[in-house]
C-alpha cells in the first residue's frame, strides 16, 4: 500500500468493490478569500473598544460608509425631527403668549397670524422651511422672540440640508458603480509567450468612455515563514505587470490580456504544474484609473485562487474586423483553450538547460591533442623568432644554399601549413626515420651546433612532400647555373668530405651509381 502511495500520490485510495459498501470522493473544502470576485474584502474589524468615538470625528465619511438603507434611514428621521422640533418651538411661543385662545378675534395680534393649534404650528414651519409661503400665515412685527426663531430656523435648516443632502450626492456620484462595468476574466492562464512562461488574465471596459491613465497593480497573499521562526499570514507581495517597462499603463478602449513573466525575480519561479494543486495562495488585481464623465478616481478589484489557474491554457481571440470598425465579441471574454505547455518550472527548465551535453562534452584524447596542436604552433613561432635572432648574432655564418632554397620554398605558406599540420588528430613522429632521407643524412653530422641549427630547420622542411626519391634528392644538391654561395666552415655538409656523395650512407651511394 505504501508503495502504491509512493507512486500515485498521496491521493491515492483503494476502491472497494463491495456493493453493499461504496465511497465517495472527498469533497474539498471550500477556499476562504481575502477579496471576493466582486472586489469587496472579506475582512471584519472587531473589539475596537473605545476606537468607535474616531468614527464620530469624521461624520461625512462615516455616513457616506454606510450602506444605502442606513443613509435613507438617516435621512428621513434627520428632517423628520428637525420638523417636529421646530415645530413644537412655534407652538411652545403661541401657548406662552396666549395665542392659541385668541385665534378668532380680529382685534388680537397675535405672533404668528392663523396658528391655532399643533398641526396649524407644523404647516407654518413646513411652509417657511420650503420657502412656499402661502400667505395665509406670517409673522407679526409684534413677536421679537419670533423673528429670534425664524432666524435660527433659516441657518439650522440650511445646515441640515448641506449636510444630508451632500452626502446623499456624493454617494450616488461615487465611482464604485462605474466598477460594475470594468470586467475581469473568470480564470487566470498560464502558458508561453514570446518562448517565456508567463501568468496572464484579461480586463474590459463595458463603456464607450474611457479610463484615463489606467493603472493594473497584481498582489500575490500567500502565508508565508521566515527562517527566524516568524510566521506571516496572509503576506502580501507585489506582482510585476510590466511596471519597468510600462506595460501597467493601460489604453483599455478595447479588452486587453496582463501579462506576468514568471522568472527568477517572481514568486512563481519554482511553480509548476504538479505543485500548483498543493499550493494555496490568492492573487488580488486591482485597477485604477480617472473616469472621463466625472472627473473621478475608480478601483475595481478583483482575485485568482489557485483553483482559478488554468495551466496550458490560453484566450481566445474576442477583436474582429468589421466593415469601417473593430468589433468586440464579449461572448469568448472568459473563454480559454489548451496549449502545448511544459509542465515544469522556470527554476527546473533553467536547470535543465544548463546542463552540458553529452556531445558538447571534451574529451581527455580530443583536449590532449588540441594542447600539442597549440604547442605544436608556439614551437613554430619560437623557431622563426630564434632564426631572426640568430641571423642578426651571427655575421659571417650563413646555411648552406641547399637548405636555403629548401627553407625559401615554404615561408610564404608557412601559415596554412601550420593550420594543416594542427588540424590532425594523430601526432607525428618525432624519431629520425620518419623524417625525408635528407634531413637523415643532415642530421647525421657530429657538429653540434649545426644540429641543432638543422633540426630547427627540419619543421620547415617537413612541410614539403614526404615521397621523394633519392634521384630527386640527388638533383636537388647539384649546383645550380646561379653562383654558389659560399658555405661556412663548421657547415656538416663539409666536415666529412669535400663530395655531398661521400657522406651518403652505402646503400644510397650503390643506388646513385646504378643510375
Not at 428621513?76 to 395665542?99: C, E, F, K, Q
Not at 668530405?497 to 646504378?514: F, T
Amino acid at each position: 500500500m505504501a508503495a502504491l502511495r509512493r507512486k500515485f500520490g498521496e491521493d491515492y485510495q483503494v476502491v472497494n468493490t463491495n456493493r453493499a459498501t461504496t465511497f465517495s470522493a472527498p469533497v474539498k473544502k471550500k477556499r476562504q478569500r481575502f477579496v471576493e470576485k466582486n472586489g469587496r474584502c472579506n475582512v471584519q474589524h472587531g473589539n475596537l473598544g473605545g476606537e468607535t468615538s474616531r468614527y464620530l470625528s469624521d461624520l461625512f465619511t462615516t455616513l457616506v460608509d454606510l450602506k444605502w438603507r442606513w443613509n435613507l434611514l438617516i435621512f428621513i428621521l434627520t428632517y423628520t425631527i428637525a420638523w417636529l422640533v421646530m415645530a413644537s418651538m412655534w407652538w411652545i411661543i403661541a401657548y406662552i403668549r396666549g395665542d392659541l385662545n385668541h385665534g378668532h378675534d380680529a382685534t388680537y395680534t397675535p405672533c404668528v397670524a392663523n396658528v391655532y393649534n399643533f398641526p396649524s404650528a407644523f404647516l407654518f414651519f413646513i411652509e417657511t422651511e420650503a420657502t412656499i409661503g402661502y400667505g395665509h400665515r406670517y409673522i407679526t412685527e409684534k413677536c421679537p422672540e419670533g423673528i429670534i426663531l425664524f432666524l435660527f430656523q433659516s441657518l439650522l435648516g440650511s445646515i441640515v440640508d448641506a449636510f444630508l443632502i451632500g452626502c446623499m450626492f456624493i454617494k450616488m456620484s461615487q465611482p464604485k458603480k462605474r466598477a460594475e462595468t470594468l470586467m475581469f476574466s473568470q480564470d487566470a492562464v498560464i502558458s508561453q509567450r514570446d518562448g517565456k512562461l508567463c501568468l496572464m488574465f484579461r480586463v474590459g471596459n463595458l463603456r464607450n468612455s474611457h479610463m484615463v491613465s489606467a493603472q493594473i497593480r497584481c498582489k500575490l497573499i500567500k502565508s508565508r515563514q521566515t527562517p527566524e521562526g516568524e510566521f506571516l499570514p496572509l503576506d502580501q507581495c507585489e506582482l510585476d505587470v510590466g511596471f519597468g517597462t510600462g506595460a501597467d499603463q493601460l489604453f483599455l478602449v478595447s479588452p486587453l490580456t496582463i501579462c506576468h513573466e514568471i522568472n527568477p525575480k517572481s514568486p512563481f519561479f519554482d511553480l509548476s504544474q504538479r505543485s500548483l494543486s498543493n499550493e494555496q495562495f490568492e492573487i488580488v488585481v486591482i485597477l485604477e484609473g480617472i473616469v472621463e464623465t466625472t472627473g473621478m478616481t475608480c478601483q475595481a478589484r478583483t482575485s485568482y485562487t489557485e483553483d482559478e489557474v488554468l495551466w496550458g491554457h490560453r484566450f481566445l481571440p474576442v477583436m474582429s474586423l468589421e466593415e469601417g470598425f473593430f468589433r468586440v465579441d464579449y461572448s469568448q471574454f472568459h473563454s480559454t483553450f489548451e496549449v502545448p505547455t511544459p509542465p515544469y518550472s522556470v527554476k527546473e527548465l533553467e536547470e535543465k538547460n544548463s546542463l552540458p551535453s553529452p556531445l558538447s562534452t571534451p574529451t581527455p584524447a580530443l583536449t590532449e591533442g588540441h594542447g600539442a596542436r597549440r604547442n605544436r604552433v608556439f614551437s613554430v613561432d619560437c623557431i622563426n623568432t630564434s632564426e631572426d635572432k640568430g641571423r642578426q648574432g651571427r655575421t659571417g655564418g650563413r646555411l648552406p644554399s641547399k637548405l636555403q632554397r629548401m627553407s625559401s620554398s615554404g615561408k610564404e605558406d608557412l601559415q596554412r601549413k601550420v593550420l594543416l599540420l594542427s588540424s590532425q588528430h594523430s601526432e607525428k613522429a618525432c624519431s629520425t626515420g620518419d623524417l625525408p632521407l635528407k634531413l637523415q643524412r643532415l642530421s647525421s653530422s657530429p657538429s653540434p651546433g649545426a644540429q641543432n641549427r638543422l633540426q630547427l630547420k627540419s619543421l620547415k622542411v617537413g612541410f614539403e612532400p614526404m615521397t621523394q626519391s633519392t634521384g630527386d634528392l640527388y638533383q636537388r644538391s647539384t649546383p645550380t647555373t646561379t653562383p654558389p654561395t659560399p658555405v661556412p666552415m663548421h657547415s656538416p655538409l663539409l666536415s666529412a668530405g669535400g663530395r655531398l656523395e661521400d657522406n651518403l650512407p652505402p646503400k644510397l651511394r650503390k643506388m646513385n651509381a646504378d643510375r
